[in-house]
């Protein structure tokens, strides 16, 4: 809705007031801090959703943004910055006295996504509201988000259930006019697809309110739930159970999220799960679409869709059906449509972790979709004679290349991820179908990862060059003069260190890790994967201890190495290296004569909230990634955002930071993507690396001998044998960066000047540029404020 339309009267305490007494009957005095957020989510709500659509929103194109993962984390926060209703709101809960922070943090995080596919697909929809594009993300209502993490007694990640949606939320609109039944499995023919089985698709609407409240997209994210509530028959027979079966085993297809990113369950359940909401999405769509009176033909005039991943590739087969079997449309010209209107971000070269379903699951749940994806290929087939690259080949639908031949565009993540693309996974696809593949570098919105997250360096930076930064990021460009003023540099370090003495204060009382803000925080916080290198950091800092023990009197700059992120339960390597962490953290935290110069603490259950926390208080950045392995990154931009330099490797967007901060104000280690697969082709890579270097021999050697305890035989034997993600052989570079970040720290005003520029460079990573490049390299969608 538009600006004007939100109503600025001062009656939002009103609004709060009576939603206290109306939905959570209480009054002001008896409230609790559940009550207190769930009605300002709900006033919220009410002035995010009032008001008509502008009349040209009839004419506009729509973006379609389809993602198995929107990781949203606490959301009042940020509508409420975004509206503008923080000052009144402090006010209002002073006036009850209420907590307002603890208000906030009453909220419960909501993580329906792994790690950075689902982050990016929060920031875009923020990024499509402010810039005024209309948008609808579209995804799945999991009852249970990404388990909750603890550590047990010897320090081995353990796992429990999320609950977010037990309560129900405040956000989330049922909109029951617009369920959509769903079938699975049955048989096909030539006419169409009977299914056998079938769900409903019941829609919650969450809003994403952008930047000055201007504008509000939707969220709308499907619950399963049985077509029969329960069965009367069974119920009445006495078979209280029974009756209640089809219930249940409707409702396990949004009970859980996936809780890995990188590696598909092989399990039908995932594959509903994809279908299920894909095809309620497009089913949505189309309505919309047809409610606003346009002709098929025109549709990809009216409507973007972009398919984050491969996850809702099976919307090709899908929104094909849709055009003949059910609107009786040409199977050419259904095609030829579905690839105009439909856009692929491929997110991960791991071959571990690019989709492909076996085709008798595939046929057995979805057998006219089996049938489409060949009539696709055949048709790509005749259009390109000379080379074949099928979906369906060796007894799997590849969705990576299906989702190629059914797009319009198809894009990388970062300028790395997307040459490296072309040259390898999509090699022959790239050479039939030269110019479709682009890049649109990742970006993080600066609403959140900024204003929200950081309000001192917020407030800092807004006094020297004003708040128009805040929609227009590239303005920081402008903090550079001020980093010349001494009184300008001054505050900035005044700004991190009360930002760590925040972070020091919360980790003692939350944590009971004691943390001197003076240490350097260097922080590693991000899911944990072999390919992302923990196990390199924690050596490093085995390293490190050792020889800080071996000169004790040595000129140190003291660190607090800080370590946040969560293993797929599945992943047992990933877990162990979680172990090892904490094990080192007991080990070396404990030791008298490093102690004052050099602590290890890993805080459980990362997520966006405590990324929030943990960002704007960080002096180092970590992202140490074998090269060619990470897509992007986003936790890299957040952080040269709030003036933590990066030490990190030439991957991802590394190497666009690097490019723009300028490569003095960045520490570069490691091995390039070339260097790393050559090296990989040396016989006993690691071996030779090991014996090359005489402080990881010893560290590893500590490992081996249990000084942290039993149980890492696998990491050591990697290390030193294949070593696939060469943390051997990038060791010593390492080293040698990580000792010139100590320099550069003992230096202050050298430091503060290199986190200023990190600042003040890096406005282009905004989520509001990748965007408007989406809108106008992909979908051809235009700002409603233009
Ligand atoms: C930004 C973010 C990520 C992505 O971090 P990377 O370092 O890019 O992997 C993952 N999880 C959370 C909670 C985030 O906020």
Redesign the pocket.
């Known amino acids: 809705m538009a600006r004007d339309l939100v109503n600025t009267n001062g009656s939002f305490s009103t609004e709060v007031e009576r939603h206290l007494q109306t939905r959570q009957g209480v009054s002001p005095g008896e409230a609790r801090l559940d009550d207190w957020w769930r009605a300002l989510a709900l006033a919220v709500r009410d002035r995010a959703t009032a008001g008509a659509s502008p009349a040209r929103l009839a004419e506009a194109k729509e973006v379609n943004y389809l993602s198995m993962e929107f990781?949203i984390g606490r959301v009042l926060e940020d509508a409420l910055t975004n509206l503008h209703l923080t000052d009144e709101t402090r006010a209002l809960m002073d006036r009850h006295g209420a907590d307002y922070d603890a208000v906030l943090r009453a909220e419960p995080d909501a993580a329906l996504g792994n790690?950075?596919l689902g982050?990016l697909a929060a920031c875009f929809l923020e990024s499509l509201s402010t810039l005024g594009c209309p948008a609808y993300g579209y995804g799945i209502l999991y009852e249970h988000g990404l388990f909750k993490q603890s550590f047990d007694e010897d320090g081995r990640q353990a796992e429990a259930p999320e609950t977010w949606l037990t309560d129900g939320s405040p956000w989330a609109l049922r909109r029951m006019a617009r369920r959509q039944t769903i079938g699975f499995g049955g048989t096909a023919s030539d006419a169409g697809w009977y299914p056998a089985d079938a769900v409903i698709a019941e829609p919650s609407d969450l809003p994403v309110i952008g930047w000055d409240g201007a504008w509000t997209n939707t969220l709308r994210l499907f619950s399963a739930r049985p077509v029969q509530p329960f069965d009367l028959a069974r119920f009445n027979a006495g078979d209280y159970a029974g009756a209640a079966e089809e219930e249940a085993l409707a409702r396990t297809i949004s009970r859980v999220l996936y809780p890995d990113d990188t590696t598909p369950e092989g399990q039908e359940l995932r594959l509903k799960q994809e279908f299920f909401f894909t095809a309620a999405a497009l089913r949505d769509i189309l309505a919309r679409f047809e409610e606003r009176g346009h002709a098929l033909a025109t549709l990809p005039d009216k409507v973007a869709i972009q398919l984050n991943d491969t996850h809702p590739a099976v919307a090709a087969p899908e929104l094909v059906r849709l055009l003949t079997d059910e609107r009786g449309m040409a199977f050419d010209d259904a095609l030829a449509l579905a690839q105009k209107t439909l856009n692929y971000t491929n997110h991960t070269l791991l071959p571990e972790a690019l989709e492909r379903w076996d085709e008798g699951l595939f046929g057995r749940l979805l057998p006219r979709h089996l049938d489409i994806v060949d009539r696709i290929d055949a048709a790509h087939a005749r259009a390109h004679p000379k080379r074949k690259v099928a979906a369906r080949a060796d007894g799997a639908v590849q969705m990576g290349v299906l989702s190629f031949i059914a797009a319009n565009r198809v894009n990388g993540v970062s300028a790395l991820h997307t040459e490296l693309m072309k040259e390898t996974v999509f090699a022959d696809l790239n050479a039939l179908h030269p110019g479709r593949i682009l890049n649109q570098t990742n970006g993080v919105t600066p609403r959140r990862w900024m204003q929200t997250c950081n309000p001192r360096l917020a407030g800092l930076i807004t006094g020297a060059i004003g708040d128009g930064w805040v929609a227009d990021l590239d303005q920081l460009q402008g903090l550079e003069p001020h980093l010349e003023d001494a009184g300008f540099a001054e505050a900035l370090a005044g700004v991190k260190r009360a930002n760590k003495v925040d972070l020091a204060g919360w980790m003692a009382a939350e944590h009971g890790v004691k943390a001197d803000p003076a240490m350097m925080f260097d922080v590693q916080i991000?899911?944990i994967h072999e390919y992302k290198r923990q196990h390199l950091n924690i050596l490093e800092t085995i390293a490190l201890w050792q020889a800080i023990k071996d000169a004790p009197n040595g000129d140190w700059t003291p660190r607090l190495k800080l370590f946040g992120g969560k293993a797929a339960p599945g992943y047992v390597f990933a877990k162990e290296i979680i172990h090892l962490i904490n094990s080192v953290a007991k080990v070396v935290n404990a030791d008298p004569v490093t102690r004052d110069v050099l602590q290890v603490a890993y805080l459980p259950n990362?997520?966006?909230s405590m990324?929030e926390r943990l960002i704007p208080a960080a002096d180092l950045s970590e992202q140490i990634s074998t090269a060619g392995k990470e897509a992007s990154?986003?936790?890299?931009m957040?952080f040269a955002l709030n003036g933590a330099p990066t030490m990190g490797t030439l991957d991802g967007a590394n190497v666009e930071i690097r490019e723009r901060v300028g490569a003095e104000n960045f520490f570069l280690f490691g091995m390039t993507a070339d260097e790393v697969v050559r090296r990989r082709a040396v016989a006993g890579h690691a071996a030779k690396a090991v014996k090359a270097d005489a402080r990881l021999a010893a560290a590893i050697r500590a490992v081996r001998a249990g000084m942290f305890g039993a149980g890492f035989d696998a990491i050591v034997d990697n290390l030193t044998g294949p070593d696939y993600f060469l943390v051997s052989s990038d060791f010593t570079d390492y080293w040698r960066a990580q000792r010139e970040a100590d320099r550069v720290y003992a230096d202050d005003a050298g430091w503060t000047r290199m986190a200023g520029l990190n600042i003040a460079r890096s406005g282009w990573f905004s989520s509001d540029r990748t965007i408007r490049g989406y809108m106008a390299d992909i979908w051809g969608a235009e700002s409603l404020f233009d």
């Open positions: 990781l790690g950075g982050r991000k899911r990362y997520n966006v990324a990154g986003t936790g890299n957040k």
